[in-house]
T-cell receptor, first 110, second 112 residues
């Protein structure tokens, strides 16, 4: 079945620095979604990417969908303490199933 | 958007017992999803619940262990039956609205 791999599992970032989390799927995706889960909270939808090579920005967050629609990345610039949490990608396969990556847990050093 | 509430928010149960989790959505939705999230882990889909038909279970999950009801378009229940400590987890209800997945606050279950 479809698998979505996400790395790194943990990211310790100095406040103000940038970081990137990556997702790779074993199969071609119809779309990919990104979620953020704050400690003790539930996942909150951030964005959906549909088109090959699509790039979307939300303030300091840049989301990218690969040309082959098998990989995606989330890049955060100038990390702030409010960025703490776990970021999940979720790939939608052609049979409409949504598979979540393992998540990248981000901690920030002030 | 969708606002989802779940009851209970948490519970501590004895092994061998069953717990029913309720999920209420503020709008009518066709499909409701039940996920499990073990501590520090990702989300795993248990089943998809459609109103008026039997739930569709993912590999590794069976109806006898996780019976689901979907009596109407705004409500669903998930029962965790004959619980063991391995069932300790957060159970999340979810709906999809215009390609966006909304999650409830979750039910944190501890089985002793």
């Amino acid at each position: 079945g479809q698998q979505v791999m996400q790395i790194p599992q943990y990211q310790h970032v100095q406040e103000g620095e940038d970081f990137t989390t990556y997702c790779n799927s074993s199969t071609t995706l119809s779309n990919i979604q990104w979620y953020k889960q704050r400690p003790g909270g539930h996942p909150v939808f951030l964005i959906q990417l549909v088109k090959s090579g699509e790039v979307k920005k939300q303030k300091r967050l840049t989301f990218q969908f690969g040309e082959a629609k098998k990989n995606s990345s989330l890049h955060i610039t100038a990390t702030q303490t409010t960025d703490v949490g776990t970021y999940f990608c979720a790939g939608r396969s052609n049979d409409y199933k949504l598979s979540f990556g393992a998540g990248t847990t981000v901690t920030v050093r002030a | 958007s969708a606002v989802i509430s779940q009851k209970p928010s948490r519970d501590i149960c004895q092994r061998g017992t069953s717990l029913t989790i309720q999920c209420q959505v503020d709008s009518q939705v066709t499909m409701m999803f039940w996920y499990r999230q073990q501590p520090g882990q990702s989300l795993t889909l248990i089943a998809t619940a459609n109103q008026g038909s039997e739930a569709t279970y993912e590999s590794g999950f069976v109806i006898d262990k996780f019976p689901i009801s979907r009596p109407n378009l705004t409500f669903s229940t998930l029962t965790v039956s004959n619980m063991s400590p391995e069932d300790s987890s957060i159970y999340l209800c979810s709906v999809e609205v215009v390609n966006e997945q909304f999650f409830g606050p979750g039910t944190r279950l501890t089985v002793l």
